[in-house]
Nanobody, 127 residues
Framework: QVQLVESGGGLVQAGGSLRLSCAASDRTFSSYVMGWFRQAPGKEREFVAAITRSGTRTYYTDSVKGRFTISRDNAKNTVYLQMNSLKPEDTAVYYC????????????????????WGQGTQVTVSS
């Protein structure tokens, strides 16, 4: 069972940047699709971005396209979320998630498609 630990959250002004990291415990990290989700107060957890197991394909929700970049380093068992041009509406707890991939081109974008979750890291964007 893979364990995920997020880091890199914090308080930033609108227009600023943060980079989130998610370290995985499983040595077979490269067999997992990785995703980032977020949950704002009073809202359901929503999909943000996902990356295939090799890192060759990514997918983003519309509201973060052009501002966020997901990437991974399989040698370090880590996935990243670079967040630029942050907006107050990006304020949320950010979670990374992992799911074993059934194929090299597979991505998952729904909460219930992922079996493994981190504890979350708070991102707060002030206006």
């Amino acid at each position: 069972q893979v364990q995920l630990v997020e880091s890199g959250g914090g308080l930033v002004q609108a227009g600023g940047s943060l980079r989130l990291s998610c370290a995985a415990s499983d040595r077979t990290f490269s067999s997992y699709v990785m995703g980032w989700f977020r949950q704002a107060p009073g809202k359901e957890r929503e999909f943000v971005a996902a990356i295939t197991r090799s890192g060759t394909r990514t997918y983003y929700t519309d509201s973060v396209k052009g501002r966020f970049t997901i990437s991974r380093d399989n040698a370090k068992n880590t996935v990243y979320l670079q967040m630029n041009s942050l907006k107050p509406e990006d304020t949320a707890v950010y979670y990374c998630a992992a799911e074993r991939s059934v194929g090299s081109s597979y991505l998952y974008t729904k909460n219930d498609e992922y079996d493994y979750w981190g504890q979350g890291t708070q991102v707060t964007v002030s206006s």
